[in-house]
Each structure stands twice: as structure tokens, then as C-alpha cells.
């Protein structure tokens, strides 16, 4: 059974920093992409950061110069160092892994971890 834990969610406050890790199994996904994305209350789902199988980075806007998408697929985990936080980035953040980097190309999904950042 595949499954994606997410982990290193809390509270902080804004300009903080949180480190969140995803870890898989009953899979390796060396060969995959690997998303995070977020959800906040009332609003959709939307895209944070990917990595290709090869290291290749993505960031949503928002996001970019803050945040640092990394993996190591000798643990078959991705992390996302999120560094200046504000408290817009307060959501419930998810990790996918995907054939590809893009949106619709996501086929497992972790149940999520919880980020509040307070002003």
C-alpha cells in the first residue's frame, strides 16, 4: 500500500521558519515528481512546489524566494524548507507525488499537514 506522510507543521510566527517532510512508501518514487501543495480554509487547492525526477525546481510565485524544495531518494522523502513565513501561508499543506510535475499528473496524495503563521 503506497502511502505519503507528511510531517514538521505547527505554528510560527510570521518571518519563522518550518521545515516539512514527506515520506513514502511501499514505493520508491526516484523516477517521479514531487509536488507540495495547499489548501486554505475556504479557498482551493493550490500549487506550491515541485521537484522532477532530476532535481528540476518549480515554486508558485507567492512562494518563490522563500520557500526550497528539496529530496532524498535514498529516504524516498521531499522536503520543503519554508523560510518568512506570513500568515497568508497559513493552509493545510499537502505532498504528491506525479508522473509529472504538472497539476492533473498527480496520482497519490498525503493526508496533509497543518502550517499556521500568526502576525
Known amino acids: 500500500q503506497v502511502q505519503l506522510v507528511e510531517s514538521g507543521g505547527g505554528l510560527v510566527q510570521a518571518g519563522g521558519s518550518l521545515r516539512l517532510s514527506c515520506t513514502a512508501s511501499?514505493?520508491?518514487?526516484?523516477?517521479?515528481?514531487m509536488g507540495w501543495f495547499r489548501q486554505a480554509p475556504g479557498k482551493e487547492r493550490e500549487f506550491v512546489s515541485a521537484?522532477?525526477?532530476?532535481?528540476?525546481?518549480y515554486y508558485a510565485d507567492s512562494v518563490k524566494g522563500r520557500f526550497t524544495i528539496s529530496r532524498d531518494n535514498a529516504k524516498n522523502t521531499v522536503y520543503l524548507q519554508m523560510n518568512s513565513l506570513k500568515p497568508e501561508d497559513t493552509a493545510v499543506y499537502y505532498c504528491?507525488?506525479?508522473?509529472?510535475?504538472?497539476?492533473?499528473?498527480?496520482?497519490?496524495w498525503g493526508q496533509g499537514t497543518q502550517v499556521t503563521v500568526s502576525s
Open positions: 511501499g514505493r520508491t518514487f526516484s523516477n517521479n515528481a
Open positions: 504528491a507525488a506525479g508522473r509529472t510535475r504538472f497539476i492533473g499528473d498527480y496520482d497519490y
Open positions: 521537484i522532477t525526477w532530476n532535481s528540476g525546481t
